[in-house]
């Protein structure tokens, strides 16, 4: 990974000029109500922000909150919401015996419903051994130590069905995530990232998702960057969108090698950015553009 001091120089205003050139702002939309199936769930999309998490933010917001009225009514409907068919093939994989033990998901977990309630709203999490693992180790460690199983490709459709049947157990949740203890060097370790500039272009997370907030680029407009919403159908993508899989977009973005999906930086990384939309609303499976 190219790892660039954090400076200013002539090289990155010219590249930023040019990556926003034609900029348009556009503000959240804070009238608008995150609300499924005319009334059967209402979504925290604000949270108050704090001197320690995010400083420099005067309040959290959902990427939601960022998106135009079809993109965002697109969710509000089940039946609308493109997501909804990786939560069915997550559902039936749940039953599917897989591996040399001869179990399913739901033999050991029983009813996701139950058991899978409130796991993604404090993903990633420290393992019994007190490493940081997101849902997908967790996921892979069941299938691999228990199942007899293969594991799944990080971003694969087998894995991203599976993370969105189980983010859906948490729909509704506050995003809730350890960043004290022995989960704080991997918070510390997140945060350096998301601060530090990487690529040419000189870039850090917080350029983005801070200091150009509501900036038009390309055809979308820049959020918060919160991960509540996670898995994501991507309408350019055409599919769901694992966490990882954004962050290396992003680090590609910036033109530098990306960290792998799966390793350590981007789990220290994806602590510190959940930890920004501590109070929002686990989304479930949501869509953007």
């Known amino acids: 990974m190219q790892h660039l001091k954090p400076v200013k120089t002539l090289a990155l205003a010219s590249a930023c000029a040019a990556l926003f050139a034609g900029a348009a702002f556009a503000d959240p939309d804070l009238s608008a109500e995150l609300v499924i199936n005319d009334g059967e769930l209402t979504l925290v999309t604000r949270a108050p922000s704090d001197d320690v998490i995010t400083p420099n933010l005067p309040e959290r917001y959902s990427g939601w909150l960022f998106r135009d009225a079809a993109t965002r009514e697109m969710e509000m409907d089940d039946f609308e ?8 093939a997550g559902a039936d994989l749940w ?15 029983g ?66 995530v350890q960043i004290d203890g022995d989960a704080a060097p991997y918070w510390e370790q997140g945060r350096e990232m998301y601060y530090t500039r990487y690529g040419q272009l000189e870039l850090s997370c917080a350029n983005c998702h801070e200091d150009s907030t509501g900036l038009m680029i ?45 390793s350590d930086e981007f789990r220290a990384l994806e602590l510190y950015v959940a930890s920004r939309g501590m109070g929002l609303s686990v989304e479930g499976v949501s869509v953007r553009p």
């Open 81 to 88: 919401n493109p997501a909804m068919l990786a939560v069915e």
């Open 95 to 109: 039953t599917t015996v897989d591996g040399s033990a001869g179990q399913s998901c739901a033999d050991c977990h």
């Open 111 to 176: 009813d996701a419903t139950e058991s899978m309630a409130g796991v993604r709203a404090h993903m990633p999490h420290l393992n019994a051994n007190g490493v940081l693992w997101s849902m997908e180790d967790y996921i892979n460690n069941c299938r691999t130590e228990r199942m007899g199983a293969e594991a799944w490709r990080w971003s694969g459709d087998q894995m991203t069905s599976m993370t969105s049947y189980i983010s859906m157990q948490s729909r509704g949740m506050p995003v809730d």
């Open 218 to 262: 390309r055809a979308d407009h820049l959020s918060q960057g919160q991960i509540s919403g996670f898995p994501t159908y991507r309408l350019k993508n055409a599919g769901i969108v694992s966490i990882h899989n954004r962050f290396r977009g992003c680090i590609r973005d910036t033109r530098a090698e990306s960290f792998a999906e799966g």
